[in-house]
């Protein structure tokens, strides 16, 4: 099973639907969890962390299930420049800063 | 903000030919980071440093070195550049297990 496992897609989805993502972690001890965005032929950016308690920065919420090992990320209102592949990021446990990168999702917003 | 800069977008280069990759980050973090991206495998870890003069081998050394003289600086070596070598170059940095901040990439064709 791999460490960090997110559906490829690519999801189509039209200007304002609302749109969300899994990501699934095999490893239960792990700490740390992130949303990247990468654009086609660009390096990947930092979206927005992902707290125990969810959290939300404007149309997008992230979210952690520990329980069921997944961390989800969901997009309101979807834009034409949301178009892009997202990343989930996984650090273990103990203190590791080398992260587990999914392989990424891609979104395609279409007027 | 965080800025991580990479010597070249893109690079050709003939088989055999020695290449240096540089990156450089004016943040302070401690972690720095070469990954490799190629399409369907998505972000593979070649090295990584967490501080001067250390390096650690990632899942993918074979054929690479690299070089951390300064802490704003890592470099990555190719010895003897092979087409299989023909990929898009990451490098990142980061701050203990926080997110990681990626420079723009470089695109290396090997001839």
């Known amino acids: 099973r791999k460490e960090v496992e997110q559906d490829p897609g690519p999801f189509n989805v039209p200007e304002g639907a609302t749109v969300a993502f899994n990501c699934t972690y095999s490893n239960s001890a792990s700490q740390s969890f992130f949303w990247y965005r990468q654009d086609c032929r660009k390096e990947p950016k930092l979206l927005m962390s992902?707290?125990?308690s969810g959290n939300e920065d404007g149309r997008f919420t992230a979210q952690l299930n520990r329980a069921s090992q997944y961390i989800s990320l969901l997009i309101r209102d979807s834009k034409l420049s949301d178009s892009a592949t997202y990343l989930c990021v996984v650090f273990p446990s103990g203190g590791s800063y080398i992260p587990t990168f999914g392989r990424g999702t891609s979104l395609i917003v279409h007027p | 903000d965080v800025k991580v800069t990479q010597s070249s977008r893109y690079l050709v280069k003939r088989t055999g030919e020695k290449v240096f990759l540089e990156c450089v980050q004016d943040m302070d973090h401690e972690n720095m980071f070469w990954y490799r991206q190629d399409p369907g495998l998505g972000l593979r870890l070649i090295y990584f440093s967490y501080d001067v003069k250390m390096k650690e081998k990632g899942d993918i050394p074979e054929g690479y070195s690299v070089s951390r003289e300064k802490k704003e600086r890592f470099s990555l070596i190719l010895e003897s550049a092979s087409t299989n070598q023909t990929s898009m170059y990451l490098c990142?940095?980061?701050?203990?297990?926080?997110?990681?901040?990626f420079g723009p990439g470089t695109r290396l064709t090997v001839t």
């Open positions: 992902v707290y125990s």
């Open positions: 990142a940095s980061s701050l203990q297990a926080n997110g990681q901040y």
